[in-house]
């Protein structure tokens, strides 16, 4: 070692703290790696990927062969450090040359390349793949060894070495993915993206018309008033029955109706034989089993029923789809935002509609309305131009009956 230079120690040295750098910041780079991309470039056939995968599989063998190289190389930049520092200036020399050397190290061979690996990993982790592939063959039993040590040590303590597959996210970790990745998509995609992942937890009732909202026909009713109410309704189907909603003997299709007006004979007889028999959904059900069920009965609206067989509101295909792409639809005529930032909500909104126009968190767990809401929350009906704050929302009370809030106005936070 006397016969050697101190210039070629001296690169021998940076050439060892290089290397300590590589594995530095290849480590932190495959152990950052977004696994769920690395799958997609495999799919696409990126060779790099391929390679890097194939490690991740035994992240074990992985750690081994880079913490044996680290070490190895690091115990070899300490001892060259000490034979430079006695060369210079003898015995003295070794503890400011350890300090040297301490400091060198954590800069340019830790901190250094770690945070490069972790801003960068990919084009780190994929170059490093193609180094460490073959190491790991040619150190293999060395890696071997030390795992099997360090194997049954981890068994131990019930940890199973094994098992280094890709865990798989549950449904709330994808939304906090795709919450996260505004920067990615357009805002409506995103919310349009969470709306569908939500639908499974979301029920029937959370989205349909209320019973007192619901408008049909009432056989009942004089046939001036049912022509009038075919001729100028707003929606394509009704439901008819006979007094009271729950005594529902089928949906009224608008254009059928005004087809049969032209005929002299028209009466209530004409509109009970060209009915669509009703169609019942239990009030328990998943948006998302709705959905389904909608397709492959290929209905479009249906009554929802209660435990007692009561009909609780109506829920038609267009309610589950403005679910999804609500924020799509220019007219809210239930939520109207004001220049100064305040909402005037109609009290029978529902509270997912709500949160969902407004970004807010109201509880939806309880009761599905805003009027329902605010009476549980106050455990009164109120009279018009009572203000409360409800769950950190302040608003007042614009209008309201003998026993429903009609009108509610929420006042913009500074």
């Known amino acids: 070692m006397n016969d050697i230079s101190l210039g070629i120690l ?8 290089v290397i300590s750098a590589f594995f530095a910041g290849s480590e932190t780079a495959l152990m950052t790696l977004n696994r769920y ?11 790099g990927a ?21 070490s190895f190389v690091n115990i070899m930049a300490s001892s060259l450090a000490t034979v430079i520092a006695i060369r210079i200036g003898g015995d003295q020399a070794i503890a400011p040359a350890t300090a040297l050397l301490t400091f060198v190290l954590l800069i340019f061979s830790e901190v250094t390349p770690k945070t490069l690996g972790a801003l960068k990993p990919e084009k780190l982790a994929f170059i490093s793949a193609w180094i460490y592939v073959p190491l790991l063959k040619i150190f293999y039993p060395v890696v071997f060894l030390v795992n099997l040590i360090s194997g049954l040590i981890l068994r131990l303590f019930g940890i199973n070495t094994q098992k280094g597959k890709i865990e798989n996210i549950n449904k709330d970790e994808l939304k906090s993915i795709v919450a996260d990745a505004e920067h990615l998509m357009p805002v409506r995609y995103q919310n349009m993206l969470l709306s569908i992942l939500d639908l499974e937890s ?22 001036a008033i049912i022509i009038e109410q075919i001729q100028n309704s707003p929606h394509t189907r009704l439901p008819v029955y006979k007094k009271t909603i729950d ?42 089993r709705q959905m389904q069920t909608f397709k492959t009965e290929k209905l479009r ?24 792409v609500g924020e799509l639809i220019a007219e809210e005529p239930n939520i109207k935002l004001h220049n100064d930032g305040s909402y005037l909500v109609n009290g029978s909104v529902t509270i997912r509609e709500l949160n969902r126009i407004t970004q807010w968190n109201l509880p939806t767990e309880g009761p599905k309305t805003l009027n329902g809401l605010i009476i549980e929350y106050l ?8 203000s409360v704050k409800l769950h950190g929302h302040p608003l007042e009370i614009i209008e309201c009956d003998s026993n429903t809030i009609r009108q509610v106005k929420f006042y913009s936070q500074p």
């Open 10 to 17: 001296f690169s021998i040295l940076a050439a060892l703290l």
């Open 37 to 47: 991309r690395l799958q997609h470039l495999v799919k696409k056939k990126h060779r």
């Open 50 to 70: 391929i390679k890097t995968l194939a490690l991740l599989k035994r992240p074990d063998r992985l750690i081994g062969l880079i913490l044996l190289g680290s």
């Open 202 to 223: 979301a029920r029937v009732e959370d989205i349909m018309t209320q019973r007192q909202e619901i408008v049909g026909i009432d056989l009942e009713a004089p046939i």
């Open 247 to 288: 005594r529902v003997i089928g949906f009224a299709h608008l254009r059928t109706m005004l087809a049969l007006l032209n005929r002299p004979d028209f009466d209530k007889h004409s509109i009970t034989e060209n009915l669509i028999k009703p169609f019942f959904i239990p009030a328990g059900t998943s948006i998302h």
């Open 301 to 324: 609206i249906g009554l929802v029923v209660d435990e007692y067989g009561d009909v609780s509101g109506l829920l038609t295909l267009d309610d589950v789809l403005q679910e999804i």
């Open 379 to 386: 455990e009164t009906i109120p009279k018009a131009g009572t």
